[in-house]
């Protein structure tokens, strides 16, 4: 007997699955090189690790949930993983991470160099698939996405150790290098598809929040998560000095020898083995975690609602139910 179904992305991946295929060959097929094996063989140190494809799954839901029947979401598809995938080697290189997925970073395995230009060469790649379907308003959104992304992680640079940093620069940053992509597999999508205004706009609305959601819930596991499940150590945020939501409110209600300790440990960088503890202990004083929860948990409702726009249809059930399980582990 066939193992049941219980999460909203598997449940989404079954319905989908022969889409689904055909992006994964496509993906193979074009991450291919006649002269730099180098390149398929970082790609697919991050394309087998075990990613859900939660980001093109929402193109082809998109389109398929706006009744679209062409070939050219799969492309949509593919070019999304594609600027994903380049993301996360470029980010991998910025932040010097060693892990992601539970498995050692490219730019551990072979170099920096190495997963800056394999990063270049997906872009590049990118942009080639999704000119493919002669769709100028969806070369708009995808090409928007993939500028928007770049902004917020420079955006997020230079917020970096900065105890100014306030909660609009944060959701700035977070709308950038998360949930644009988010909003631009769903509205490409929809635009595909042929989907009028409102249900386009609703589409870009649910991928927008959802993207919000997700970060805010990464953020916050990254406090509290398992490291297991979660492929980062506990804590990684504050030792690498990110202002994330939690942070943020946590110096926002801080008094005079708090703030000294944040300064020290945040913007100047001198940390002890002790201060996690402290930290922590801060954030739970000022509630800082249990906000950023109901935040979480409210950005997910949003997600939830800007599907009823759109016609009943079993993708649009699992789609909410998607926006349930980005935060099920904060409930």
Request: glycine residues 6%.
């Amino acid at each position: 007997m066939d193992k049941p179904v219980e999460k909203p992305h598997e449940a989404i991946a079954v319905l989908l699955a022969d889409d689904l295929d055909n992006v994964n060959a496509l993906i193979r097929e074009r991450m291919a090189s006649k002269h730099a094996p180098r390149i398929p063989e970082v790609t697919a140190h991050l394309i087998d690790a075990g990613g859900k494809r939660i980001r093109p799954m929402l193109t082809l839901a998109a389109a398929r949930l706006c009744g679209y029947d062409g070939p050219f979401h799969i492309h949509l598809a593919a070019t999304v993983e594609f600027i994903h995938t380049a993301t996360l080697l470029h980010d991998d290189v910025v932040d010097e991470s060693a892990q992601r997925r539970g498995r050692p970073t490219a730019n551990l395995l072979w170099d920096n160099k190495s997963s800056v230009l394999v990063g270049d060469y997906l872009f590049a790649r990118a942009f080639q698939l999704m000119v493919e379907p002669g769709h100028l308003r969806v070369l708009n959104i995808l090409s928007d996405a993939a500028a928007t992304i770049a902004e917020g992680e420079v955006l997020q640079l230079t917020a970096a150790q900065n105890l100014g940093t306030t909660e609009d620069v944060y959701l700035q940053v977070i709308r950038g290098k998360t949930a644009a992509l988010f909003s631009a597999a769903t509205e490409a999508g929809a635009e595909i598809a042929g989907a009028d205004t409102a249900q386009v706009q609703a589409l870009f609305d649910y991928g927008d929040a959802l993207g919000i959601a997700f970060q805010m819930a990464d953020d916050l596991l990254d406090w509290q998560g398992d490291a297991a499940t979660t492929g980062k150590n506990v804590g990684d945020d504050f030792r690498e000095r990110k202002l994330t939501l939690p942070l943020i409110r946590a110096i926002a209600a801080a008094d005079a020898d708090e703030r000294a300790f944040w300064v020290r440990t945040i913007e100047k960088g001198k940390q002890t083995d002790e201060d996690l503890t402290t930290a922590r202990a801060l954030l739970d004083k000022h509630g800082a975690l249990e906000s950023t929860r109901h935040t979480a948990l409210n950005w997910a409702d949003r997600a939830k609602s800007s599907l009823d726009a759109l016609p009943d249809h079993i993708l649009k059930t699992h789609l909410s139910d998607l926006a349930d399980y980005v935060v099920a582990r904060l409930r």
